[in-house]
């Protein structure tokens, strides 16, 4: 199971840890996922999801149905 959103495919980002010195380290920015049920009407069922933070906010904006049609995905298989 990778560290990515089913809704957006968000992933970590590649980023340097920088010191006092100025000394730059590679490091990688995670992406703030959260495990969680959303209930999907049509099916009439509760769907779980590996959503960033990110995602929530916009999902409660336009709701399930059409953020998994924008992303290609089918609910009926999670």
Not at 35 to 60: F, Q, Y
């Amino acid at each position: 199971m990778s560290r990515r959103c089913d809704l957006t495919n968000k992933k970590a980002n590649n980023a340097f840890a920088v010191s006092h010195s100025h000394r730059r380290t590679k490091r990688l920015q995670h992406v703030n996922l959260q495990d969680k049920r959303v209930w999907w009407p049509t099916g009439k069922r509760w769907v779980k999801l590996r959503l960033s933070a990110k995602a929530i906010k916009t999902l409660e904006k336009k709701g399930i149905e059409a953020m998994a049609r924008e992303a290609g995905l089918d609910l009926s298989k999670y």
